[in-house]
């Protein structure tokens, strides 16, 4: 259980050097696009304010957020934060099992009351009284409202828990629905991806625990020092777009180039998240840089967008799929033979009434 | 009696002012430009060679439909100023008979009217309620669905915090995602495509046909009626 330790103890005590623990502070600064003088109050911060318990629960989910936050890239990233936040439930790797997991949630939620974080990994399915995820014998619906009802704050993790996800793409049998739509009376973080970038998730929990308060959010919730601006804005690969410069075909000279994917149905123009800057796997790469173009996985209902090929979406509810495009050709050529057709007998109705008027003249002379 | 002077006295009202008809083609202008860059922008031009520094094309393409989307929103503003100061005919894009049951009938018949059900089409000053009726939904309505939808899809690159942003970036959460409101943008295009079709055919043919003029009204202002009849 979590003391009263602040995290600079817990810290030494892992065996982290003062100096690791500096470096981290600056880092953590310069992630969160702070200035340098963030770097000291961070470490004052830590040097001084107890842990906070973090519960983190697990829905309707694949893991992939679990696998991608344990990944963190910078080890100490990962190493500190694991040992910092007092993760005090993780049902998927915690060592404990069966009821006494469970009681652990019952104990934070008395013993912190108001003052734990709770991650959601995942969402609840409602349909059948929320029978598709059972944790522990129960709805998995009934555990999150139980524990988030003395939270300080949600952190929605991934596409699932922000938006709804695979689990929630049409037709949803099992209405899978996502953490704010069932949890309306907390703040809630998202950090949507599928999954969400490693850096991402520490930084956001790094943020909330050193500050003690929920980083700067844009008007869907997510915060903006991650998500405040598009794939594409920061593509290293859009001076391509700018010069007109694509790929056509998946083996073409402009892939082995590296043009812009535009065409191949990128969604880095509609698709807010740090991938391009922060990257993936210690900042080794992103999807567009290995050559494919970005799916917009933090994006909302991502797969109900049509094809990852195309970048103009398809339309639904008229019967079968269509794009604006097949359509609007279809269409202004009907019109245009409409026209047409109303232009010929227009003139056939003109030639007629002229006729019909000469021959009146004719009739009077 | 003068033989070979018409018989057919011919009257002429002042209808659109100079502001209107100026507004008018530089909008027709806008609105062409509009078009064309944006289809180019969602379907490129085939992919340029070289080094990436030797062209702007794309960035060219987009600069063309941002200018266009400024001059048709500012022209779109002015348009509403005008027709608070502008003469009676001016308010009729913002204005709807909606109530009126003349407005109906009188649409009915111009429909019968191009359906070739009705001899002869009846003389307006203004606008035939079939014209005003698709001004209102597709000028009116139309042009601003595509400010707004276009405004919050130019404010994702002025970026969190700009005045587009503030003003139009909540559009994007409410229709869905930025994709959507894409899709959408690019619908309200095909509509205009369409509108102007329609638009340019009928200018031409009721000019022709009718009993009023309509092209040249939109030139000098002046409506001419072709009879005296009522």
Redesign the interface.
Known sequence: MATTETFYEVMRRQGITRRSFLKFCSLTATALGLEPVFASRIAQAMETKPRTPVLWLHGLECTCCSESFIRSAHPLVSDVVLSMISLDYDDTIMVSAGHQAEAILEDVRTKYKGNYILAVEGNPPLNQDGMSCIIGGRPFVEQLKEVAADCKAVISWGSCASWGCVQAAHPNPTQATPVHKVITDKPIIKVPGCPPIAEVMTGVITYMLTFDRIPELDRQGRPKMFYGQRIHDKCYRRPHFDAGQFVEDWDDEGARKGYCLYKMGCKGPTTYNACSTVRWNNGVSFPIQSGHGCIGCSEDGFWDKGSFYHHVTNTHGFGIEANADKVGIAAAGTVGAAITAHAAASAIQRIKQRSGEHHEENDKA | MYSGVPTVKRTAVYVYQTPVRIWHWVNALSITVLAISGYLI????????GE????????T?RFFHFVAAYTFMVGFLFRIYWAFVGNSYSHQLFTLPFWRRRFWSELLHELRW?A?LEKEPRKYVGHNPLAHLFMVIIITVGGLVMIVTGMALYS??T??GSWQDELF??V??MV?????V??WH??G??VL??FV??HV?TAI?ED??SRQSLISTMVSGWRMFKDDRP
Do not use: C, K, N, T
């Open positions: 969602a379907h490129p031009l085939p992919s340029l060679p990436a520094s030797d062209h702007y094309l794309m960035g393409i191009y070739f994702e690159q970026g969190l970036g909540w994007i959460p869905g995602q930025s994709q959507d894409r899709m690019h619908w295009m095909w495509v369409i079709m329609l055919y043919r022709i046909m």
